[in-house]
């Protein structure tokens, strides 16, 4: 596994592995890396001749008062992880490579960024959104790899790369839970036990509302209710928001549609967990 630091570097290398004829698989990643990430690796394997898996904890995409400082990292860890998936070339650029100045050129996918997590996460879109096509621009990758567990950021980069004609295809891979339902996040570290035995309930209360979507309730308000009260069963846990919403658009929906997108986005103590199911 090759390890490179330089833009122009990876750039170079990108180039030559086109003009060869490879297809370049990216995972682009914030480190301190799970199984989650393990299974974008491994379907960046099975479909390309060459896999990048990018660690880059990108500050424009935390508020002020956000977990930047405090994001889990572990360099090494990292490293082996890679190492034992298969991974072709870790890019790991410095905050001072990406920014050499202070940024004044972002990208901004309107409408889809402005709810859900950018309510409550101003800006946050933006910063994703404009690091992605910094990263696309760099790695050059044919295929994009990106878990469902941050659907919205799944749906405003796909936006992004469509809008801007960008040659790279978005691929979207299902999210990996822990034995209990638990979305892996790299977040999950900062719960404590009991906060921890607590956040099974966010899956629980989604499978809840799936049941009744599989058996032909599918109102939106019922299903928001059936999540709704299944998560105030923990104590410990706080809404911020039950969403069901158009699964493109991320539109709000009245009335069911045959797809579907419930979203959720709770806090435990101060650790904030998203996670999302598709009712088909």
Not at 13 to 27: H, M, N, P, Q, Y
Not at 133 to 138: A, E, G, N, Y
Not at 225 to 234: F, G, H, P, T
């Amino acid at each position: 596994m090759k390890i490179i630091t330089d833009i122009p570097e990876m750039q170079s290398l990108s180039d030559a592995f086109r003009k060869e004829g490879k297809t370049i698989g990216f995972v682009p990643t914030m480190g301190f890396l799970h199984e989650g990430h393990v299974s974008l690796m491994r379907a960046a394997r099975a479909s390309c001749d060459v896999v990048v898996v990018s660690i880059f904890v990108n500050p424009t995409q935390f508020g002020p008062q956000e977990d930047f400082d405090r994001y889990p990292r572990d360099e090494a860890g990292d490293r082996r992880t890679c190492n034992a998936a298969g991974v072709d070339i870790l890019f790991m650029p410095t905050t001072d490579r990406m920014y050499p100045e202070k940024p004044t050129v972002f990208v901004m996918v309107e409408g889809i960024s402005d709810v859900l997590e950018g309510a409550v996460r101003p800006g946050h879109f933006r910063g994703v959104a404009t690091v992605v096509s910094k990263l696309l621009h760099i790695v050059k990758p044919h295929k994009a790899f990106f878990g469902q567990k941050d659907y919205q950021q799944c749906a405003v980069i796909r936006r992004m790369v469509k809008d801007l004609n960008l040659d790279a295809a978005i691929e979207t891979i299902p999210t990996m839970r822990e034995q209990d339902g638990l979305a892996m996040s790299s977040r999950n570290s900062y719960l404590n036990p009991d906060e921890r035995r607590a956040a099974a309930t966010i899956y629980r209360a989604l499978s809840a509302a799936e049941q009744l979507a599989r058996t032909g309730t599918r109102e939106p308000e019922t299903l928001k209710n059936r999540v709704r009260a299944v998560l105030q069963e923990e104590p410990g846990i706080t809404i911020d928001y039950i969403e069901i919403a158009d699964h493109e658009t991320l539109a709000p929906l009245p009335s069911a549609k045959n797809t579907m997108v419930l979203l959720v986005a709770v806090r435990l103590g101060r650790t904030r967990l998203i996670d999302n199911l598709l009712l088909l």
